[in-house]
């Protein structure tokens, strides 16, 4: 039986992963998760589960407009993976001009509420963000409902400001009149979640894991659709104000798997940092050589389920960005 923690275990997996991390489809996607978050100077942003800062820097360019050079535009970056943020940490140190525009923190991101800021110890402080992100993690989470409702009091409250009635006015054309309120919306939330059909093996090597009673570095099985992500914002608080669908984010595009190639697909998979995590949770003196024969059959058995009756899995190379904000 597992011996390791939902936590533990993505922690496990990015310890490893950290040195590498970089060298993989991450950075390209960075941009262009960056560019629907759409920063601006003078903001608040913080990163949440921000790894290696490919997010975090390119966040943090956008304050560093000379003509803006007394904002005070912040980005903070929260992780939980020491390994990860040492990454950060020296990309830090190599873009100096960027110094007072970065801060990073250690810290578990579902439990924001025990965080100290390095200001004298201080919390997080609430509703003080314009904007919050997630890239490449959400589906780490083992509850998502309490995930997305805990990180509802960092954003920037909506602001309704009633307007002043001015007699001489006329009303007719007029948006003066008693009754028209200006707004001014709260933070967004920006978060990423694989496409349902997105890196099927890892999909599918979480259900053998569940099966073998071992713990699986990410917890997919509630993503059935782009609608999924949408209905936890929803009953949680959030408006959800667009999706968008960003192709390709490999560079592979959409593929098949045939049943023909499952034992090649399983053993790539038993290579990865996910796989040897997934042994290292099932505790003391588990061979990985045991992990990979009981898993294999059941593999096989899980591939079945999802192939159509070419004996075809789909696989997605498509990641769902969501835009939300705080609802009214």
Not at 132 to 154: E, G, H, T
Not at 229 to 253: A, T
Request: net charge negative; with cysteine; glycine share 6%.
């Amino acid at each position: 039986m597992a011996s390791m923690s939902q936590v533990a275990a993505s922690q496990h997996m990015y310890a490893t992963r950290a040195g590498k991390y970089d060298d993989s489809w991450h950075p390209q996607y960075a941009k262009r998760f960056v560019r629907i978050v759409n920063p601006h100077p003078g903001q608040r942003i913080l990163d949440l589960c921000c790894g290696t800062g490919l997010e975090l820097f390119l966040l943090a360019e956008a304050f560093n407009d000379d003509s803006k050079a007394n904002d005070d535009g912040v980005v903070v970056g929260v992780d939980a993976t020491a390994e990860m943020l040492a990454v950060a940490a020296e990309r830090q140190r190599a873009r100096p001009e960027l110094a007072d525009r970065v801060k990073l923190l250690r810290h578990d991101v579902t439990h924001l509420e025990t965080l100290r800021t390095t200001d004298a110890l201080a919390p997080l402080e609430k509703h003080s963000f314009d904007t919050i992100v997630c890239s490449n993690a959400f589906v780490l989470f083992d509850d998502p409902d309490a995930v997305v409702a805990s990180w509802r009091r960092y954003l920037k409250r909506p602001v309704y400001t009633a307007a002043t009635h001015n007699p001489n006015d006329s009303h007719e054309g007029h948006e003066s009149h008693r009754g028209i309120h200006h707004h001014e919306p709260g933070g967004k939330l920006v978060v990423d979640i694989p496409h349902e059909a997105a890196q099927r093996g890892g999909l599918i090597m979480e259900r053998v894991a569940r099966r073998m009673g071992l713990v699986f570095p990410s917890n997919r099985s509630w993503v059935t659709s782009v609608n999924s992500f949408r209905d936890v914002l929803e009953r949680n608080g959030y408006h959800v104000d667009r999706v968008i669908e960003l192709d390709h984010i490999s560079g592979q595009g959409a593929t098949y798997c045939t049943a023909y190639h499952v034992d090649e697909l399983y053993d790539s998979l038993t290579k990865s940092s996910a796989f040897a995590t997934m042994v290292a949770g099932a505790g003391p003196g588990v061979e990985m050589a045991t992990v990979e024969r009981r898993g294999r059959s059941i593999f096989h058995e899980e591939f079945l389920k999802d192939a159509g009756k070419d004996g075809r899995v789909f696989m997605s190379d498509t990641m769902y960005v969501y835009v939300a904000r705080l609802a009214s």
